[in-house]
């Protein structure tokens, strides 16, 4: 079992940056994929991006590929976002998500065991 909460999201200008942050408890964190999801406005929740286990592995969505990276730390049980040169089109609740342990990285939602409650990101344009 791992229990998420992410932290890190608020207002920010167009081209600015932002950290997102995903505390986890449970010692499973660093056998688990761990994955970033976002739901814009009247949009369902779709896939970001996604980090293995040993953090050797990364996936993104096309439209964030060299903006975002996604990080982890095991020894911190924390998963990052790193976002630079937003975009109005970014805002959106980022949710971070956790597979079960040893599972490999994947974009869909269903295939997520655990979530975060989601913080709120908004870019000002």
């Known amino acids: 079992q791992v229990h998420l909460v992410e932290s890190g999201g608020q207002l920010v200008q167009a081209g600015g940056s932002l950290r997102l942050s995903c505390a986890a408890s449970?010692?499973?964190?660093?056998?688990?994929?761990m994955g970033w999801f976002r739901r814009a406005p009247a949009k369902e929740r779709a896939f970001v991006a996604a980090i293995n286990w040993s953090g050797t592995n990364t996936d993104y969505i096309d439209s964030v590929r060299g903006r975002f990276t996604i990080s982890r730390d095991n020894a911190k049980n924390t998963l990052y976002l790193q976002m630079n040169s937003l975009k109005p089109e970014d805002t959106a609740v980022y949710y971070c998500a956790g597979r079960r342990e040893y599972s490999v990285m994947s974009t869909r939602v269903m295939d997520y065991n655990y979530w975060g409650q989601g913080t709120q990101v908004t870019v000002s344009s």
């Open positions: 449970g010692r499973a964190f660093s056998s688990t994929t």
